[in-house]
T-cell receptor, first 111, second 112 residues
Framework: DAKTTQPTSMDCAEGRAANLPCNHS???????VYWYRQIHSQGPQYIIH???NNETNEMASLIITEDRKSSTLILPHATLRDTAVYYC????????????FGTGTRLQVTL | SAVISQKPSRDICQRGTSLTIQCQVD?????MFWYRQQPGQSLTLIAT?????????ESGFVIDKFPISRPNLTFSTLTVSNMSPEDSSIYLC?????????FGQGTRLTVV
């Protein structure tokens, strides 16, 4: 599986946009970019995924560079409840595909 | 989206004993996954469980230590055998794989 590199931690003021970067320079052509988050004492939660086009859903936006070597997860208006560890994962699609978690980014949203 | 429930949510066990963790999904799913999350660390995949066949274990995990059952398409168990304090972790089950995986709330295991 391709590896990802994320900053260890980030801070964001409540109400501001949180932009979480991820590098995945060895991603292969059929691998997707997935984002999950883990709020303290809970199981990981799916946020969004994409192949090469930018994606948006009710939770976030995903911006993937044209060369697909990096991506950014955007939480448009961060709230205190968005404080969590955010994991960027690359891998094939399909329900049988296992997820390989990296170290993630610990996002702290503050007042 | 299939709801996934896991139990027990936490347990404190004596070293040398075994604990079986149960994972129930409210609809039929093909593959289920078991992860370990050591204190302050990320998730590490233990094995993939497919109904009707033996689980596939990741490097560093063996069946004798972490036997897995998958008797039907809605249920799986993970046993942590002959426990030592190093096994103190959160254990999580999931289904769904790449597209949109769903996770149980986890079992927080403390071995004393």
């Amino acid at each position: 599986d391709a590896k990802t590199t994320q900053p260890t931690s980030m801070d964001c003021a409540e109400g501001r946009a949180a932009n979480l970067p991820c590098n995945h320079s060895t991603i292969s052509g059929n691998e997707y970019v997935y984002w999950y988050r883990q709020i303290h004492s809970q199981g990981p939660q799916y946020i969004i995924h994409g192949l090469k086009n930018n994606e948006t859903n009710e939770m976030a936006s995903l911006i993937i560079t044209e060369d697909r070597k990096s991506s950014t997860l955007i939480l448009p208006h961060a709230t205190l409840r968005d404080t969590a560890v955010y994991y960027c994962i690359v891998g094939p699609t399909g329900t049988a595909s296992k997820l390989t978690f990296g170290t993630g980014t610990r996002l702290q949203v503050t007042l | 989206s299939a709801v996934i429930s896991q139990k027990p949510s936490r347990d404190i066990c004596q070293r040398g004993t075994s604990l079986t963790i149960q994972c129930q999904v409210d609809s039929q799913v093909t593959m289920m996954f078991w992860y370990r999350q050591q204190p302050g660390q990320s998730l590490t995949l233990i094995a993939t469980a497919n109904q009707g066949s033996e689980a596939t274990y990741e490097s560093g995990f063996v069946i004798d230590k972490f036997p897995i059952s998958r008797p039907n398409l809605t249920f799986s168990t993970l046993t942590v055998s002959n426990m030592s304090p190093e096994d103190s972790s959160i254990y999580l089950c999931s289904h769904g794989g790449g597209t949109e995986a769903f996770f149980g709330q986890g079992t927080r295991l403390t071995v004393v």
